[in-house]
């Protein structure tokens, strides 16, 4: 019988450090609304406007981080580089490390990986939030995203992958730089979200849910009146960067925001379950009430 757990149930929240690296990650990072349990470091290569109202920054540099980031922590614990002490200093008194980057350039997908290595040599909880190109990129771009893919899932014990090629599919005349919004969006949101329901005695058992799928897909939805929670889950599931099939889900985290008079976490799981049967799940509902009676869903599901 699938396991279900809620998250948050406890009143310590977890100490989360949103870690934005490179160009695509400071910009997001800009965009999340960081709850009190939770700080906001930046990483690039050099002052940046998307690091401006960031106040924890480190400067890395990139000629030498993939070096840096391939290194097994499990054979090289002690941490010698100025990169790996900033961040470790950052990561100070950290239960969890929610890494947001994008794959395939220079600093970004090497810096996601060193981020992974520095939280684990410390014991942190890591989740990664990553990009991949677009196909329009270039093979060399996509090949380097590959690359630190899998350094990443070495890295990190869990890896959110969002691909802009589906969202083009479903809107293929959005402007790139649109989509990049709509993207940075959701994972803002995302980061958000789950920093303001975890707590602290969630750490652990959420690092052994993540670890158990290689493959993390998100989705998002929404829905009002009668049928709100069949269309929350519905559009969650039709999301662009939710791929795979609904039946192979095996582990689900799944976000709850709604109305404070309106009960609907069982509801709402049903139709979770419905779709994804043998997943386990671990679920709560957001602080912040939804407004009128609409209600939002964010899953995560593993792979």
């Known amino acids: 019988m699938p396991d279900v757990w809620r998250l948050g ?3 310590e929240r977890a100490r989360v450090a949103i870690v934005g690296c490179g160009g695509a990650g400071c910009n997001t990072l800009r965009h999340v609304v960081a709850p009190p349990n939770a ?3 930046a990483v690039n290569d050099a002052p940046h406007p998307s690091m401006a109202g960031v106040p924890r920054r480190i400067l890395v540099r990139p000629d030498v981080l993939q070096g840096f980031a391939v290194m097994d922590e499990r054979i090289v614990e002690k941490m010698e580089t100025h990169e790996e002490k900033d961040l470790a200093a950052a990561f100070l008194n950290r239960d969890l490390v929610l890494a947001l980057g994008g794959l395939g350039g220079e600093l970004g997908g090497w810096g996601l990986s060193l981020v992974g290595r520095v939280a684990r040599i410390l014991g942190d909880t890591t989740l990664a ?5 677009f196909t329009a990129e270039g093979r060399i771009r996509r090949e380097a995203a590959e690359a630190q893919l899998a350094l990443l899932r ?3 014990d869990g890896v959110v992958t969002f691909a802009n090629d589906e969202l083009l599919r479903l809107a293929p005349d959005l402007p ?3 989509s990049f919004a709509v993207l940075g ?3 803002a949101r995302l980061a958000s979200d789950l920093s303001a329901c975890v707590a602290r005695d969630d750490v652990v058992p959420l690092r052994r849910l993540l670890a158990r799928s290689r493959d993390w897909r998100f989705g998002m939805g929404s829905g009002t009146e009668k049928h709100r929670c069949f269309l929350a889950v519905d559009e969650a599931y039709r999301s662009p960067w939710f791929t795979g099939r609904h039946e192979d889900v095996r582990q689900a985290v799944v976000l ?12 709402l799981l049903h139709e979770v379950r419905i779709r994804s049967p043998l997943a386990d799940v671990s679920w709560a509902v957001l602080p912040a009430p939804a407004s009128a009676d609409r209600v939002l869903v964010e899953i995560l599901a593993g792979l």
């Open 39 to 41: 700080e906001r470091i």
């Open 129 to 133: 939030l990553a990009t991949v190109p």
């Open 154 to 156: 070495r890295k990190a």
């Open 185 to 187: 969006s959701a994972m």
């Open 256 to 267: 709850i925001q709604r109305p404070a008079d309106l009960p609907v976490e069982e509801e």
């Open 176 to 178: 790139f730089v649109k």
């Open 9 to 11: 149930e406890p009143t």
